[in-house]
Each structure stands twice: as structure tokens, then as C-alpha cells.
Nanobody, 116 residues
Framework: QVHFVESGGGLVQPGASLTLSCVGS????????MYWYRQAPGKERELVAN????????NYADLVKGRFTISRDDAKNTVFLQMTDLRPEDTARYLC?????????WGQGTQVTVSS
């Protein structure tokens, strides 16, 4: 069975750091493009970062560029989102997505709350 599970969220103060991870199983991880999204209550889901392959140049939303880093470890079937200098505006449910344009898998989401 296919599983794709996020972890690492939590409640932090502004300026703090968190690293999210998403572990996949049941599919050929290396063949899938990896994406991180976030969605805050009452807001539309937005793309935060993506990484096509482990050798690709990552892409980031302007609001997180320079603060967030996406990476992947295909040997461990894991995609990461390292977040630094977190701001209240970063508060959202963060979701990972994997797709090869034939199949698509979503994680259940992990909550990140940034509040003083």
C-alpha cells in the first residue's frame, strides 16, 4: 500500500526553526516529483517549494525564499522542508505531494503554528 506521511510540525515562536519530513512507501520514490504546500484556515492552498529530482534546482515561493530549504533523500524515501526564521504568516497546515503525472499522493498534513 502507498503511504506518504508528514511529521515535524509544532508550535514555535517567531524566529524559530523547524524541519518537516515526509516519508513515502509503496511507490518508486525516485521517479516522483516532490512538492510542499501549505494551507491556512480560510486561505487557498499555496505551493511552498518543489524539487523535481535530487539533482534539480529547488523552486520556492517568494515569501519563503531564503528561509526555507527543500531536499530529498531518495535512499530513505524522504523529502524534507527545513524552515528558518519562521513568521506568524507561515502558520498553516503543511502538506507534501508526490507525483509522476500518472499517480499522485498526498500526505495528511502537519500543523505549523508560529506565535509569540
Amino acid at each position: 500500500q502507498v503511504h506518504f506521511v508528514e511529521s515535524g510540525g509544532g508550535l514555535v515562536q517567531p524566529g524559530a526553526s523547524l524541519t518537516l519530513s515526509c516519508v513515502g512507501s509503496g511507490f518508486f520514490f525516485r521517479n516522483f516529483r516532490m512538492y510542499w504546500y501549505r494551507q491556512a484556515p480560510g486561505k487557498e492552498r499555496e505551493l511552498v517549494a518543489n524539487l523535481i529530482t535530487s539533482d534539480s534546482v529547488p523552486n520556492y515561493a517568494d515569501l519563503v525564499k531564503g528561509r526555507f530549504t527543500i531536499s530529498r533523500d531518495d535512499a530513505k524515501n524522504t523529502v524534507f522542508l527545513q524552515m528558518t526564521d519562521l513568521r506568524p504568516e507561515d502558520t498553516a497546515r503543511y502538506l507534501c505531494r508526490a507525483t509522476n503525472y500518472g499517480d499522485e499522493y498526498w500526505g495528511q498534513g502537519t500543523q505549523v503554528t508560529v506565535s509569540s
